[in-house]
């Protein structure tokens, strides 16, 4: 017992520290650890914009395409089909063709129109009277070329519409979200 008594007296006594040297490299490497950190920081915040712009993107995108491969499944015929344009009779929840939303499905004569920058969808009776106003259904194309189109032939596989809808983002990078559908009510 005695002699750990001894050993803690002699480190008490003894007043040894750190040298200048010690220290500066301790400082030094200490400097380049939060140097690093800091440049790890600030290039993650310069570039949560680009990465927003991309998820905007492709969450616009999805919901657009989606809404129109949902009209497709649902269609009866396809009247038109262009690249940069579709007109499918098809049946929509709305109490009139470009009317209020409705428990009941109704036909009608649906266009999506895909012009310089955006997509718009119109719809009107089946026969195209009486259309509704032009509603966006995206924005920020970078190309009008969104359409495919492979109609029926007779006893052969359905009509199917292919979607790709190439939007810009903030680098100028397109991002391309593409799907289709057959038409289940019919096709032509």
Same mark, same amino acid.
Request: contains cysteine; hydrophobic residues 40%.
């Given at each position: 017992?005695?002699?750990?008594?001894?050993?803690?007296?002699?480190?008490?006594?003894?007043?040894?520290?750190?040298?200048?040297?010690?220290?500066?490299?301790?400082?030094?490497?200490?400097?380049?650890?939060?140097?690093?950190?800091?440049?790890?920081?600030?290039?993650?915040?310069?570039? &949560? +914009?680009?990465? %927003? #712009?991309?998820?905007? /993107? !492709? *969450?616009?995108?999805?919901?657009?395409?989606?809404?129109?491969?949902?009209?497709?499944?649902?269609?009866?015929?396809?009247?038109?089909?262009?690249?940069?344009?579709?007109?499918?009779?098809?049946?929509?929840?709305?109490?009139?063709?470009?009317?209020?939303?409705?428990?009941?499905?109704?036909?009608?004569?649906?266009?999506?129109?895909?012009?310089?920058?955006?997509?718009?969808?119109?719809?009107? &009776? +089946?026969?195209? %009277? #009486?259309?509704?106003? /032009? !509603? *966006?259904?995206?924005?920020?194309?970078?190309?009008?070329?969104?359409?495919?189109?492979?109609?029926?032939?007779?006893?052969?596989?359905?009509?199917?519409?292919?979607?790709?809808?190439?939007?810009?983002?903030?680098?100028?990078?397109?991002?391309?979200?593409?799907?289709?559908?057959?038409?289940?009510?019919?096709?032509?």
């Amino acid at each position: 017992m005695a002699r750990v008594g001894d050993t803690a007296g002699a480190l008490r006594r003894s007043e040894r520290g750190l040298t200048l040297i010690e220290l500066l490299v301790a400082a030094l490497i200490g400097m380049a650890v939060l140097g690093g950190a800091v440049t790890v920081f600030v290039g993650a915040v310069r570039s &949560e +914009p680009r990465v %927003s #712009s991309k998820v905007t /993107a !492709v *969450q616009q995108g999805r919901v657009a395409v989606e809404r129109i491969t949902r009209e497709v499944r649902q269609g009866l015929d396809v009247p038109t089909a262009t690249a940069a344009q579709l007109s499918l009779v098809t049946y929509v929840k709305q109490a009139t063709c470009g009317g209020a939303a409705a428990g009941e499905s109704k036909a009608c004569l649906v266009t999506y129109t895909c012009t310089a920058g955006e997509c718009t969808r119109t719809a009107a &009776e +089946p026969d195209g %009277s #009486s259309p509704g106003a /032009a !509603v *966006q259904v995206v924005s920020g194309l970078a190309s009008t070329n969104v359409f495919s189109y492979v109609p029926s032939e007779p006893e052969s596989d359905p009509t199917y519409v292919g979607v790709e809808l190439a939007l810009t983002t903030r680098e100028g990078g397109p991002v391309v979200i593409a799907d289709g559908a057959t038409l289940r009510n019919g096709g032509s």
